[in-house]
């Protein structure tokens, strides 16, 4: 069974451009969540969807990220225009049932010059 | 104001001695905890978990241990090996929320052989 992927696996982009993330879950797994990691810090929430809609988005930083989940299945987060402080590594993570623990995919490493 | 902290950034311990990694919380609504080990350039994998209804959970060489009075958690991994030597997040959600998780910052533990 295939975990949980992410592309790319690197981005670098200049301030000012548009970055999309995607995310493939674990087939069947309904629980999509997006997280990130800045600077080697903690990992904190940005947006949880269940099936297509979003559960909670409470995370977002601010309304130039865009997280989409069209059809239930796969799900892209997207940056527009992007700032150097959205520079991090951003997580996919996927559940079965709410409340069991989540799988994370390898991450996807933006930076933005 | 982090509500997960791991206040240790890093821990190193000699193979085949116990590791005790450390986790406290600030937020009483918390219910289910867990950890996470990370490896450089991968997501983190789930490792154990515990429900506030239990103060222990064994699993192996690893055992999570619940203080709920004193809002700790921490992480036993006895006997230690070089291949646990990895990035360790502390997690936890409240089942009032859409179970996200909230992290501490990660303790890097380096097992030496």
């Known amino acids: 069974e295939a975990g949980v992927t992410q592309f790319p696996s690197h981005s670098v982009i200049e301030k000012g451009q548009t970055v999309t993330l995607r995310c493939d879950p674990i087939?069947?797994?309904?629980?999509l969540y997006w997280y990130r990691r800045v600077m080697g810090k903690e990992i904190k929430f940005l947006l949880h969807?269940?099936?297509?809609?979003?559960?909670?988005e409470s995370g977002m930083p601010n309304n130039r990220f865009l997280a989409e989940r069209t059809g239930g299945t796969y799900s892209t987060l997207k940056v527009q225009p992007a700032e150097l402080e959205d520079s991090g590594v951003y997580f996919c993570a996927s559940s079965q049932v709410r409340g069991a623990e989540a799988f994370f995919g390898q991450g996807t490493r933006l930076t933005v010059v | 104001d982090q509500q997960v902290k791991q206040n240790s950034p890093s821990l190193s311990v000699q193979e085949g001695r116990i590791s005790i990694l450390n986790c406290d919380y600030t937020?009483?609504?918390?219910?289910?905890f867990l950890w996470y080990k990370k490896y450089p350039a991968e997501g983190p994998t789930f490792l154990i978990s515990?429900?506030?209804?239990?103060d222990k959970n064994e699993d192996g060489r690893f055992t999570v241990f619940l203080n709920k009075s004193a809002k700790h958690l921490s992480l036993h991994i006895v006997p230690s090996q070089p291949g646990d030597s990895a990035v360790y997040f502390c997690a936890a959600s409240a089942s009032g929320s859409a179970r996200q998780l909230t992290f501490g910052s990660g303790t890097q533990l380096t097992v030496l052989p």
């Open positions: 515990i429900s506030s209804i239990k």
């Open positions: 087939s069947g797994h309904d629980n």
């Open positions: 969807f269940v099936k297509e809609s979003k559960q909670d």
């Open positions: 937020n009483s609504m918390f219910d289910y």
